[in-house]
């Protein structure tokens, strides 16, 4: 027995020599744990075709997902929603190519909603973007490895990001069902009307909202988050995702506030002057970045104030994390891609299935 | 000695058979095509860039295009509008 245990820490040394892993030990794909996470993914067999990940093309099969599950450090029943977030990630509205490569710090955030998060633990409480649970570790590492091993994605040779963050080891979260209210489920908004999904977003890191007070206390707070010249979306247009914790969710509930509402406000208040932007030398030729109402309005008013998020649609709205006076914004890649994407979970996933 | 038999993770990428265009013998006179990528000072350079070109080689500067994103690859009208009236392409970058 302490032969096969130094025959597996030999094969975990194995891996990291050959740069098969993240820098973390991983955990040895033997069959037995292959076959496992085969089983929850069935009926999808093991030789179906996922896709290629960009930039170095690599063929994704069931099976590769399994595997890539396993090394990861996933239960079987995790494997199911790592299938449908690299599905989302394959998606041509969210430029895999470009979100690998890019020198931003962009990385792959995974919102998992509905009863799946309950079923499987995902985390979509207390500390929701920090440490301690399996299933958010693990699921999120897995996508990270896959675009790793599959799609080449490493430092140098296919990611350029200049600083990265770290949720480039892993990043997934759960979407605080009791938290949303009377807003319906991240996925749904994106076209997924299965109960199980999962979203994508090719964003930055988590930055911290502190606010006490009333909904447009705690909104105006964001709103100031969000309008900075340093973020992607002020320079390249695109999305942000706004995290409600679950106290500011109940705040703004209380006070009846839509997600229209949320988004509406947010777009009107996050604003940064145009000139601050023009004074680099920025040019304002393509209408991805610069549509024709903010080069007008820019020409008119020489201290005009323009909205971070062009529309108000370009801000996500979700809800995650426990109780205390905080939320998150995390600012997107920009018009280039990135863009939030929404699969259903297939198969469902089934903790309760007998293996 | 135990041993564990475990699975590869590498993953095969396709084959896309492909060959690289000819390379001009000489740059005088010929074509300059410019793709212009969108970031900021791409166009200065590519322009400087062009200009240097004329005047040392008598190279004519013919189409110049701006790729619709910085972040992917140009779309597939556009090299061929390139290919069509170009003998060498620039591509730039900014940042």
């Known amino acids: 027995m302490s032969d096969t245990f130094d025959a597996c820490l030999d094969a975990i040394e194995a891996f990291l020599a050959k740069e098969w892993s993240d820098g973390l030990p991983v955990v040895p794909p033997t069959e037995k744990r292959i076959a496992a996470a085969l089983e929850a993914l069935a009926p999808h067999l093991p030789d179906e075709v996922v896709g290629m990940v960009p930039p170095r093309g690599g063929r994704v099969t069931v099976r590769d997902v399994a595997v890539h599950a396993v090394l990861a450090g996933c239960r079987p029943e995790y494997a199911p929603v ?35 998060v309950e079923q499987i633990g995902v985390n979509s409480g207390t500390n929701v973007f920090g440490e301690g649970f399996r299933a958010n570790a693990t699921i999120g590492r897995a996508l990270r490895l896959l675009l790793l091993n599959a799609g080449g994605g490493r430092p140098e040779a296919g990611d350029k990001a200049t600083i990265g963050h770290p949720g480039k080891y892993t990043f997934c979260i759960g979407e605080n069902a009791a938290a949303l209210g009377t807003w319906a489920p991240l996925h749904h908004t ?129 809800t995650a994390g426990g109780q205390g006076a905080f939320s998150a914004v995390l600012p997107g890649w920009g018009y280039m891609g990135g863009f939030a994407v929404a699969e259903p979970i297939d198969p469902a996933p089934d903790a309760g299935k007998p293996r | 000695m135990g ?24 740059l005088r006179g010929i074509r300059v095509g410019l793709l212009d990528n969108g970031k900021t000072n791409s166009d200065r350079l590519l322009a400087d860039l062009a200009r240097w070109l004329a005047d040392t080689y008598g190279t004519t500067t013919g189409t110049v295009l701006v790729k619709p994103s910085i972040s992917s690859v140009a779309p597939p009208e556009q090299i061929a509008e390139l290919v069509r009236t170009s003998d060498v392409v620039i591509a730039g970058v900014g940042d």
């Not at chain 1, 931003?104 to 009863?115: E, F």
């Not at chain 1, 000139?275 to 820019?298: F, H």
């Not at chain 2, 041993?3 to 000489?26: F, G, N, Q």
């Open chain 2, 3 to 26: 041993v564990v038999k475990v699975w590869d993770p590498t993953v095969r990428a396709a084959e896309i058979p492909h060959e690289l265009a000819a390379r001009p013998t000489s």
């Open chain 1, 190 to 318: 994106l076209g997924v009307e299965a109960a199980n999904g999962v979203t994508v977003f090719g964003c930055e890191a988590p930055h911290s909202v502190l606010a006490h007070g009333g909904a447009a206390d705690i909104l105006e707070a964001m709103a100031s988050a969000l309008a900075t010249l340093a973020g992607n979306p002020t320079w390249y247009a695109g999305q942000v995702l706004v995290v409600f914790g679950a106290e500011h969710a109940a705040a703004i509930h209380r006070e009846g506030w839509s997600r229209r509402d949320v988004q509406m406000f947010l777009h009107e208040r996050a604003r940064v002057p145009l000139a601050a932007l023009t004074r680099s030398g920025e040019r304002l030729d393509n209408p991805a970045r610069w549509p024709r109402w903010v080069t007008a309005a820019g020409a008119m008013d020489p201290g005009y104030r323009m909205p971070v998020m062009r529309e108000p649609d370009d801000v996500l709205v979700t």
């Open chain 1, 82 to 116: 790592v299938l449908a977030a690299l599905r989302a990630v394959l998606r041509p509205r969210f430029n895999l190519l470009g979100v690998q490569a890019t020198t931003h710090g962009v990385a792959p955030l995974i919102v998992v909603g509905g009863p799946v």
